[in-house]
């Protein structure tokens, strides 16, 4: 396949529909070289590992046990350095129930379906689907999180909470009558991971869902540059091309990306940065983006490219903790068309210069071998998700 932006490879069918508490697949039928990275989207929001009933598949998504608040619009974005590409989905879910078959009668109620009010009995229900989607909770010690179990029913139904399927006390529950649905757990210390359980019943039926909640003891490390990226680069005169670098850290990072100035050259510019005896200039910085595996990325986009664009970058993650970085080349091709006339070549220098520029590339080169064969291992192309804005160092 020829290098450019992901394409659709097969037919889409735009409009989907499934029952509730089924299970569906979403497929994204993209290709590209490289091999583009694909994101989810439900109504502008990133389907993220938190989503628990919602996977993302090397095909595409797939949601089990769907419910109501699922229907909606899907984006599924492709996205490689050349671009991306979007395959859009409506989801409509189907709910039988609506219809009137929901009222379930209780055992050994002789025909009677209404209670003295003349309402039908009816089993529990969660009323706030959404608020439930996150069921791994990870927390760090000493914060505090709210587990919900909202439900309604006929007769109105009642709630008990367990932890590792043993009856919480009401002192561990901290009775409120106003919270009845809301299991509020402070001050988290790390004895207090495990499943909570909601259990809700009435006489007609009991429905219970449950959370897994980590405490974690607050690791404090400085971030890790991981994979191949940032690599050196050649890049046409004039023509497009980006780096990349993803960061795995504790907390969100600072990720910068930084232009070694050219000998002589310090007085061109504002401010610049010592950074292992060498001078280097800040660029502007794009977003960075957040992985459902605990990474971050960033990328460095060089539009237009001259002359002056080549020479050695580095990405820089930083934290609280520290810094790590890792620096790549970028070549320019000469201007096919250069403006003045042309110099007849010195015999001082038979080496054309592109070559010149790759013997400081050779040392990085051996650096980034090593990432290499790290990266090798895992699966997924390292791509970022979507484009940081373009800049001009």
């Known amino acids: 396949s020829s290098l450019g932006p992901p394409r659709i490879v097969d037919k889409v069918i735009h409009r989907q529909s499934v029952r509730l508490g089924r299970t569906i697949k979403l497929l994204c039928p993209v290709e590209g070289d490289p091999p583009p990275l694909t994101m989810w989207m439900k109504d502008g929001r990133t389907i993220h590992s938190g989503w628990t009933r919602f996977r993302i598949l090397q095909q595409g998504l797939k949601i089990k046990e769907v419910e109501?608040?699922?229907?909606?619009?899907?984006?599924?974005?492709?996205?490689?350095?050349?671009?991306?590409?979007?395959?859009?989905?409506?989801?409509?879910?189907?709910?039988?129930?609506?219809?009137?078959?929901?009222?379930?009668?209780?055992?050994?109620?002789?025909?009677?379906?209404?209670?003295?009010s003349g309402k039908q009995w009816a089993r529990p229900r969660f009323t706030q689907p959404a608020k439930m989607r996150r069921?791994?909770?990870?927390?760090?010690?000493?914060?505090?999180?709210?587990?919900?179990?909202?439900?309604?029913?006929?007769?109105?139904?009642?709630?008990?909470?367990?932890?590792?399927?043993?009856?919480?006390?009401?002192?561990?529950?901290?009775?409120?009558?106003?919270?009845k649905w809301t299991l509020n757990l402070k001050n988290l210390k790390p004895e207090d991971s495990g499943k909570y359980t909601c259990r809700v019943f009435n006489k007609v039926g009991e429905i219970n869902a449950t959370y897994k909640v980590e405490v974690i003891q607050r690791t404090r490390s400085k971030p890790i540059l991981t994979g191949t990226h940032p690599v050196n680069t050649t890049v046409d005169y004039g023509g497009t091309t980006s780096f990349q670098c993803k960061v795995r850290s504790d907390v969100k990072p600072v990720i910068q990306w930084l232009k070694r100035v050219e000998y002589g050259t310090e007085s061109k510019y504002n401010s610049t940065?010592?950074?292992?005896?060498?001078?280097?200039?800040?660029?502007?910085?794009?977003?960075?983006?957040?992985?459902?595996?605990?990474?971050?990325?960033?990328?460095?986009?060089?539009?237009?490219?001259?002359e002056e664009d080549a020479g050695m970058y580095i990405c820089l993650g930083a934290n609280t903790m520290g810094y790590s970085f890792r620096s790549a080349f970028l070549t320019v091709l000469p201007d096919p068309k250069p403006p003045s006339a042309p110099v007849p070549p010195s015999s001082a220098s038979s080496l054309p210069w592109p070559v010149i520029i790759g013997i400081p590339a050779g040392a990085v080169f051996i650096f980034g071998t090593i990432l290499l064969w790290l990266c090798q291992s895992k699966k997924k192309p390292c791509s970022p998700p979507a484009a940081a804005p373009a800049h001009r160092p």
């Open 135 to 179: 069921r791994v909770i990870a927390r760090p010690v000493g914060s505090s999180i709210r587990l919900k179990c909202v439900a309604s029913g006929n007769p109105r139904p009642d709630i008990m909470w367990l932890k590792d399927n043993k009856p919480l006390t009401p002192q561990e529950i901290g009775e409120n009558k106003k919270k």
């Open 68 to 116: 109501s608040e699922d229907a909606g619009t899907y984006i599924c974005k492709a996205t490689n350095g050349f671009g991306s590409t979007n395959v859009n989905y409506t989801l409509i879910v189907i709910d039988d129930a609506s219809s009137g078959k929901d009222s379930q009668v209780p055992e050994g109620s002789n025909g009677e379906y209404e209670d003295h």
């Open 273 to 306: 940065i010592d950074v292992g005896g060498q001078k280097f200039v800040v660029l502007p910085t794009g977003e960075v983006w957040s992985r459902p595996d605990g990474s971050y990325l960033n990328k460095l986009m060089i539009t237009r490219a001259k």
